[in-house]
Structures are given as structure tokens and as C-alpha cells.
């Protein structure tokens, strides 16, 4: 059965730290690998997909890709109380359906 | 930008009654959508993959004759929720492939579903 697992938190931050979210998968044919935020009663909204070994910058945020480890992380710099929501980790391949962890929740502390 | 809207985004209902709930790609082409359902304080739970043209396929504990989808054009999926029972309150929310792109999935805003 595939699997995507992350801790549920909650992890705490300071605001302006940095804030680590960790992921790993167990199915090694997964091929693309998605960041999703969920504000409390809201749907995921899609922060970040990676697909290449390595990393991979948006603005404060930064995916990174280790596909011999089986892991994925999700880097935020600078974090504000607006970033505090759960993250989901999700791992797919091809048009076929993703596999989503269950999420971590993060909270920036002003 | 890839924009998925959800219809309507809140529905009470009597329990034995049916709900319709409408899953639109608003500026792409989505050959595959997905719906999910999520309870208060529990992560997203996959209920079936919709393919645009046939018959979708349901996850293994999802009674499919209670839970129809159909996907007749490349930008709306519906999910109706037959004889609907307070159980089956939750939040439902699809999500659509965009075509072309590489399996990203993009989510609507949800439908908050309340059976009485």
C-alpha cells in the first residue's frame, strides 16, 4: 500500500524563523510531489510540486527532494502567523491519483 | 492560474433526500477530477476518480450506488449524494487535473455538506 507519512504536529515556530516540514513516501515509482496548505475549514490550496532530486525555490518557500531516501521537506522562511495551517505532503505518478499524508499542523507564534 | 469552483458551497438538506454537488474547471480542460471527503479534524479521504466519458472509479469502502459521479464534459464533474443520512454530513471537495500539465491537482473551495 502506498504511503506518505508526516508528523501531525503540532510544530511551533516563532515568527520570523524557519519552519521544516518532513515527509517520506513508501512507493518508490512516485514521480511528482506536491506541498498543499489547509486553512482551518478550507480546501488545500497547492503551494509547491517537485519532481527533480534537489531544491527547488519559490519565494520564502522551498521544497526538497530525496528520492533515494524516500523524503520529502517543505523549508519556510521567514514565517508569519498568516502561514500557520496544516500542510499536506502528497506523492503521485502519471495521471493517477496522488497519495496525500495526513498533515502537519504548523503554528507561527507572534 | 487554474481555477476549480465547487457548486453550491453549503447545502442542508432533510435525511432521505438527494444532493447534487457541481465540480466546474473554470479555465482549463480537466480529463480527470477527483472528490474527497473530509471530517472535522481528519485529513482528506479519497472517495473516487472521475474520468471524463466513463465510469468512475470508487475506493474500496465508498458504495458507489450511493455516491453517483458522472463526468460528462471536460469541465464539470457531479457528485450526488443519494438518500442522504446524517452520517454522510461532512465536507466534500474535488479536485481536477489539469490537461496538459503534469498531474498537478487543483482544488475547489469545498462543499459543506449538513443532513438533518
Partial sequence: ?110 | GAVVSQHPSWVICKSGTSVKIECRSLDFQATTMFWYRQFPKQSLMLMATSNEGSKATYEQGVEKDKFLINHASLTLSTLTVTSAHPEDSSFYICSAIRTGVRETQYFGPGTRLLVL
Fill in chain 1, 1 to 110: 500500500q502506498k504511503e506518505v507519512e508526516q508528523n501531525s504536529g503540532p510544530l511551533s515556530v516563532p515568527e520570523g524563523a524557519i519552519a521544516s516540514l518532513n515527509c517520506t513516501y513508501s512507493d518508490r515509482g512516485s514521480q511528482s510531489f506536491f506541498w498543499y496548505r489547509q486553512y482551518s475549514g478550507k480546501s488545500p490550496e497547492l503551494i509547491m510540486f517537485i519532481y527533480s532530486n534537489g531544491d527547488k525555490e519559490d519565494g520564502r518557500f522551498t521544497a526538497q527532494l530525496n528520492k533515494a531516501s524516500q523524503y520529502v521537506s517543505l523549508l519556510i522562511r521567514d514565517s508569519q502567523p498568516s502561514d500557520s495551517a496544516t500542510y499536506l505532503c502528497a506523492a503521485g505518478g502519471g495521471y493517477q491519483k496522488v497519495t496525500f499524508g495526513t498533515g502537519t499542523k504548523l503554528q507561527v507564534i507572534p
